[in-house]
């Protein structure tokens, strides 16, 4: 039930995040999602894309650091108290969320949580417990 | 004004005559007491006797900062250890770190030299020294602290750091020969000038300048800013520490080389050659006199020249130039060596991979920075911020920690750092263009 995500190490400097979306664009490479943490001096960039692999190799090609991580999508309905209810659910269960990041998918009905937990199988585990719906990779590249 | 006049006067012929009886009996002694150099002079075939003329010293072996590594901590000592009142080292990631040790007859001609290096420099017994050169294991506090007492000048052992409290003792105690490096002089001069404080009523006269490179640029700076004569002091743990040359304040013209105590040579880096008199090369130097732990032509891997014309002070001791550079490449920051394989080690220690880094300096106001840039790869990355500040602020505690200098730490993507023929381009010194 985990979903792969890429990150990318970035400089920064004026132009980086433009060569990161040149080399997915020409490799007609679709964004799901993306969320850019940065520092005084560097940053990193996490994207949830369609073709993982592709991607990947592409960017490594292009001179950039790639990792992959494993995230956790969430599905919740998109009204007030949605991502509270998620995060209730996380707290009692002692989980620890690292990072997170959210959009809002195209049917305008539901909400889609990025998660990057401390334990991963824990949080799937207790998520599913409480009749969460969470997002396999493929459901949500189709998205 | 002189210290010793017969000493440093002494005419070259009898000055010569010293150095090969000296020679001679430190041939004699090392042979038969330090294993290192025995081992040495049989694989040359050379023996203590056939050493005739002072020339002949080309004969002997060369000394490298490896060697006292190598026989690291007290191998190279050519007394018994208890014969040895003191220790010093240089900075030094564990192991690697430069031992010199010093029997009570080497830390009084220590303090001779110094005291005759402080008088050179135009000090007297009447002076208030104030000595911000670290005290420790460094040779520089201490060397200066034992010369200046010697004299029987008042010292205030102030060392380094604390810069506000330096600027009031400075005024209060009246102090007129400051002790530092030159960068530390000019940090010292603004942080005067931001406490409020006029330069005109300071006491100050002299400046004792070294343990790091500095120009002729520079001096004319201090000396306006400061109103002193600011003047070169040379030396390395290694040979002795502070005092084996001295500017004189007559001249300010290069440094006279205390040739009674050491000799000195100057060679092609790349030959081990040795070039005639004038020449620009390598200074490598051999200790006469010393005891503890007396070295046989010492590669220095500083850069200068002999100048052999007769100096007007007096002094009948041969001045180097200003040293004008290394031949290796050891970093000198805030008046700490620095070799770019112990950052390398430090690197490995830290993250158990040798990432590509590169060492830039810089000089921002009179101060010398260290960005240490070190290129983030798959191995080293993570998706999350709070990895790579750790990774971050741990290379730079223990660059801190075991170097004593403090680093700025920049993680850079891969092949941002220069590359030439594939090797990175370790180093970029910004300080002095």
């Known amino acids: ?60 090609a292009g001179g950039f650091t790639v990792g992959r991580t494993n995230v956790v999508a969430v599905e919740v309905a998109d009204r007030p108290g949605g991502l509270h209810s998620i995060l209730e659910i996380l707290g009692a269960g002692g989980v620890n969320v690292e990072y997170m990041y959210a959009f809002v998918t195209q049917s305008g009905q539901n909400a889609v949580l990025i998660f990057r937990f401390d334990r991963t199988d824990q949080a799937i585990e207790i998520l599913q417990a409480a009749g969460v719906r969470i997002l396999s990779g493929p459901e949500l590249y189709a998205l | 004004m002189l210290y010793d006049v017969p000493q440093e006067t002494l005419p070259r012929d009898e000055l010569e005559a010293l150095q090969l009886r000296r020679l001679r009996q430190l041939v004699d002694k090392v042979y038969y007491n330090v294993p290192f150099y025995r081992k040495k002079f049989d694989e040359r075939g050379v023996r203590p006797e056939h050493i005739r003329t002072l020339a002949d010293v080309q004969l002997l072996p060369f000394t490298e900062k490896q060697d006292l ?9 050519a007394v018994p250890r208890d014969n040895v009142v003191r220790v010093h080292a240089s900075s030094g990631t564990t192991g690697k770190a430069t031992v010199v040790g010093y029997t009570a007859r080497d830390v009084a001609n220590w303090a001779d030299l110094m005291a005759r290096s402080f008088v050179c420099a135009g000090g007297s017994r009447r002076d208030i020294v104030h000595n911000a050169y670290g005290y420790g294991l460094f040779t520089g506090g201490l060397g200066m602290h034992y010369g200046v007492e010697r004299l029987g000048a008042t010292i205030i052992p102030i060392s380094g750091g604390g810069t506000r409290r330096q600027v ?36 100050l006269h002299t400046g004792i300048f070294g343990a790091e490179p500095w120009s002729e640029k520079m001096r004319a700076e201090i000396e306006s800013k400061l109103r002193i004569k600011a003047l070169d002091i040379y030396g390395l743990s290694e040979i002795m520490g502070p005092g084996v040359a001295m500017e004189c304040r007559e001249a300010q013209d290069g440094l006279h080389l205390w040739e009674d105590h050491f000799l000195m040579e100057i060679i092609d880096p790349k030959t081990g050659e040795v070039l005639p008199e004038g020449a620009t090369g390598e200074l490598v130097l051999t200790t006469l006199t010393k005891e503890a732990q007396p070295l046989l032509r010492y590669r220095t891997r500083d850069i200068t020249r002999i100048n052999a014309i007769p100096c007007k002070c007096g002094r ?44 830039i300096l810089r000089r921002e106001g009179s101060l010398d920075t260290l960005e240490v840039k070190v290129e983030v790869d798959e191995q080293l990355f993570s998706d999350e911020i709070k990895h790579l500040q750790r990774i971050e602020s741990t290379i730079q505690k223990n660059i801190k920690e075991f170097l004593g200098v403090t680093a700025k730490v920049t993680l850079s993507e891969p092949r941002s750092i220069q590359r030439s023929e594939g090797k990175a381009k370790r180093i970029i010194d910004l300080r002095h263009s």
């Not at chain 2, 001069?189 to 005109?200: H, P």
């Not at chain 2, 041969?318 to 000198?332: A, E, K, V, Y």
């Open chain 1, 1 to 60: 039930m985990k979903v792969e995500q890429i990150s990318v190490f970035l400089e920064n400097r004026a132009g980086r995040l433009a060569e990161v979306t040149k080399i997915l664009a020409q490799g007609g490479i679709n964004i799901r999602a993306l969320s850019l943490a940065d520092t005084s001096d560097f940053g990193i960039l996490r994207l949830i894309v369609t073709e993982v692999e592709k991607a990947k190799d592409l960017l490594k």
């Open chain 2, 69 to 77: 590594r190598n026989n690291y901590p007290f191998g190279l000592f």
């Open chain 2, 168 to 203: 009031m003792l400075l005024r209060d105690f009246g102090a007129t020969v400051l002790c530092s490096t030159p960068s530390y002089a000019l940090y010292l001069y603004e942080t005067i000038i931001e406490s409020g404080i006029d330069v005109t009523d300071l006491k």
């Open chain 2, 316 to 359: 009948t001791h041969r001045r180097i130039t200003r040293i004008q550079g290394r031949s290796d490449d050891m970093l000198i920051i805030r008046g700490v060596n620095v070799f770019p394989q112990q950052i390398e080690a430090i690197l490995l220690e830290t993250q158990g991979i040798t990432p590509h880094y590169e060492l």
